[in-house]
């Protein structure tokens, strides 16, 4: 199930209860998919006592890895219509395209945004829109890099159609890329999502392509970073 982005809640400007507001904005959380990750290298720093190497080793391991699956506060734009980023990275097509076959859109070219992110980038996938999950189609296929034009049709790839309360469709996919090998999707059909929840997570460098509703006006050009959850990427006609 997806899930709602968690505000911070009242601060304690006083004593440790301070510090810790402060640790806690200066530090994402980490995302559970992550747990995994960063309890084996940690484990290892922590049983190798006589190995200084392994276990400076493991505890940088650990936290590279938790650098990587940090899952940081977001805060949606209160503004009616808008499609946001579904995550982090930088925009590297702003074009029409044909959305994936298996979810059966038709063939005419609907307005596309694809986001690439690197190792560097958050991982996590945000809600582009409020609405309803209508279709979840995934899809085998290759691993190249994610920043080349092909890697929409031949990547491994999960995509999920939302429909608005005024009866438009945004799609969005997930796709893999050269290191990526999993690809994490919480939300099932029929779920009600708010813009900005977070849905899914892509392990190690990929892509996420966006399709919305043909007139749609991009608001975006290549090259552009956007932040998952925040940026606008367009703005649907009422």
């Not at 938790?66 to 899952?71: D, I, K, W």
């Not at 994610?146 to 159609?161: I, K, T």
């Not at 969005?172 to 977070?198: F, N, S």
Request: charged share 20%.
């Amino acid at each position: 199930m997806a899930r709602r982005p968690t505000p911070p809640g009242t601060p304690d400007r006083t004593g440790l209860g301070h510090v810790a507001d402060l640790v806690r904005d200066a530090i994402p959380p980490l995302h559970p998919a992550g747990l995994p990750f960063v309890a084996t290298p940690l484990a290892v720093a922590l049983l190798a006592r006589r190995r200084k190497w392994l276990r400076r080793g493991g505890f940088a391991a650990a936290a590279a890895t938790a650098a990587f699956f940090r899952h940081p506060h977001r805060v949606p734009p209160n503004r009616a219509n808008v499609v946001i980023a579904p995550a982090d990275g930088q925009i590297a097509l702003v074009d029409t395209a044909v959305p994936p076959a298996e979810l059966n859109l038709g063939d005419a070219e609907l307005p596309r945004v694809s986001i690439f992110l690197s190792v560097l980038d958050v991982h996590v996938q945000r809600t582009p829109v409020s609405g309803t999950v209508r279709q979840i189609a995934y899809q085998r296929g290759q691993f190249r890099s994610a920043d080349l034009p092909e890697a929409s049709s031949v990547n491994e790839r999960n995509s999920m159609v939302l429909e608005t309360d005024s009866g438009q469709l945004v799609t969005v996919v997930q796709i893999a890329g050269l290191l990526a090998r999993r690809i994490v999707c919480d939300a099932e059909v029929g779920d009600k999502l708010a813009i900005g929840d977070t849905y899914g997570l892509i392990r190690f460098g990929s892509r996420v392509d966006t399709y919305f509703p043909a007139g749609t006006q991009l608001l975006v050009n290549p090259g552009q970073r956007t932040i998952g959850g925040e940026t606008v990427l367009a703005e649907l006609l009422s």
